[in-house]
């Protein structure tokens, strides 16, 4: 059984302040790795994605993937309080028949 | 560039009833995913389409649910019946090739009563 955990949270920081979400996953094979961003009531929102080992930085937005603790964590520079959604952690295998397996997300709160 | 269309935005049924939920991906997107998201947890695949063929169906109630995508564009998904336990959102999400970045529709919302 494929398996991506996540911290549910509530995470609350302080507008300004780095948000660190965490993410492991149990399947060594997983290839691509994927942050989502998902407002209540809304859609999941695709805000990063990693392939390789390290840091990929967009913005605000930082992926840190290593595969051989099989963690991935996405960090959130100067939170906003537009930044308080659930997070949710996706992982694939660059295999054919093979979708995006979730975690359950951890909410995110910041505060002004 | 337009995003993954969705219709209905919501629906509400009584058990047994049918419902059929659209979907029209990104153009040029081969790969499209049904995913079905209860409330507080992850999406979880339904079925996924590259082009026109099924490539993973395993986690559908093929009892109940049926899903086509005859012309390799726009996609279908029907429950008969619904049970209560469907009440959910129904995402569609597209990708331009399989295990790749994967782009979500506005879903729909389901409420069987």
């Known amino acids: 059984q494929k398996e991506v955990e996540q911290n549910s949270g509530p995470l609350s920081v302080p507008e300004g302040a780095i948000a660190s979400l965490n993410c492991t996953y149990s399947d060594r094979v997983s290839q691509s790795f994927f942050w989502y961003r998902q407002y209540s009531g809304k859609s999941p929102e695709l805000i990063m994605s990693?392939?390789?080992?390290g840091d990929k930085e967009d913005g605000r937005f930082t992926a840190q993937l290593n595969k051989a603790s099989q963690y991935v964590s996405l960090l959130i520079r100067d939170s906003q309080p537009s930044d308080s959604a659930t997070y949710l952690c996706a992982v694939t295998l660059n295999q054919a028949g093979t979708a995006l397996i979730f975690g359950k997300g951890t909410t995110l709160s910041v505060s002004s | 560039e337009a995003g993954v269309a969705q219709s209905p935005r919501y629906k509400i049924i009584e058990k047994r009833q049918s419902v059929a939920f659209w979907c029209n991906p990104i153009?040029?997107?081969?790969?499209l995913y049904w995913y079905q998201q209860i409330l507080g947890q992850g999406p979880k695949l339904l079925i996924q389409f590259q082009n026109n063929g099924v490539v993973d169906d395993s986690q559908l109630p093929k009892d109940r649910f049926s899903a086509e995508r005859l012309k390799g564009v726009d996609s279908t998904l029907k429950i008969q019946p619904a049970k209560l336990e469907d009440s959910a959102v129904y995402l569609c999400?597209?990708?331009?090739?399989?295990?790749?970045?994967?782009?979500f529709g506005p879903g729909t919302r389901l409420t069987v009563t």
């Open positions: 999400a597209s990708s331009q090739r399989v295990a790749g970045e994967q782009y």
């Open positions: 153009s040029g997107h081969a790969t």
């Open positions: 990693i392939y390789s080992n």
